[in-house]
């Protein structure tokens, strides 16, 4: 592996050194987040395959704040596809109120009881243990900006909400979701950890406090 080792120290060349690097950052940037950059999910680094892009921690705990506010105390909050969210809910509320964090990633199943399994291509795919219409509101951040998942998200956001809808995605599906879902744009603006192309909002089918601030 040495390039020399005229003092019985192994080395490598100027030029080798300078491939190495070049490749450890390449491998940091394909590989998403390492260990000192956490985005919002916690330990729970992004995988891009999965279309994982956490929110900024300023994100995550606003719309965990605004899912309190909306549920009321004591109230159940699902988090689908959207892992920061109910992380930050964790952190911030204990029994004041309940939440669940319905995800594809099973790394999530770390959270025990409040981890449920779920695939957006098969939406009503759910255990028996979750009860229709039982969360006071419902966080969804679908993994991909297609009409298709919006609208298989869509029905699980039904199945399992008792009304209010918060859900964030990118700006080109406004249409499609005030169709599927009847929410309509918040002046509020999501941020993520890492800047993304497209450019992501949030909305809502009922009177919240993301209307009211930047
Ligand atoms: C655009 S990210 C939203 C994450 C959100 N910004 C956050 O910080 O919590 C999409 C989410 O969908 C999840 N996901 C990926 N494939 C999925 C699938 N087949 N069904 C349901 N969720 C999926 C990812 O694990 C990821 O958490």
Redesign the pocket.
């Given at each position: 592996m040495s390039d020399s080792e005229d003092d019985g120290v192994p080395r490598l060349s100027s030029h080798t050194l300078a491939a190495l690097q070049e490749f450890y950052a390449e491998q940091e940037q394909h590989a998403g987040p390492g260990v000192g950059d956490k985005g919002?999910?916690g330990a729970i680094e992004e995988n891009w395959q999965?279309?994982?892009?956490?929110?900024s921690q300023e994100t995550?705990l606003r719309l965990a704040r605004e899912a309190i506010a909306a549920a009321g105390e004591g109230g159940r909050v699902a988090c689908v596809?959207?892992?920061?969210?109910y992380r930050e809910l964790r952190e911030l509320c204990g029994a004041r109120v309940s939440a669940c964090v319905f995800?594809?990633?099973r790394r999530f199943a770390v959270y025990g009881p409040d981890f449920v399994f779920?695939?957006?291509?098969r939406p009503l795919d759910l255990p028996g243990r979750v009860v229709p219409h039982s969360f006071d509101i419902v966080v969804a951040?679908?993994?991909y900006l297609s009409e298709e998942c919006l609208q298989k998200t869509s029905e699980t956001i039904k199945y399992l909400t008792r009304g209010k809808i918060l859900l964030?995605t990118g700006a080109v599906m406004a249409e499609a979701a005030a169709r599927l879902l009847g929410v309509r744009l918040c002046r509020f603006v999501p941020r993520?950890a890492r800047s993304l192309a497209n450019e992501f909002r949030c909305y809502v089918n009922y009177e919240s406090g993301l209307d009211h601030e930047d």
């Open positions: 919002s999910a999965l279309s994982q892009f956490w929110y995550a596809s959207a892992p920061s969210v995800e594809y990633d779920y695939d957006y291509a951040d679908p993994p964030c993520h």
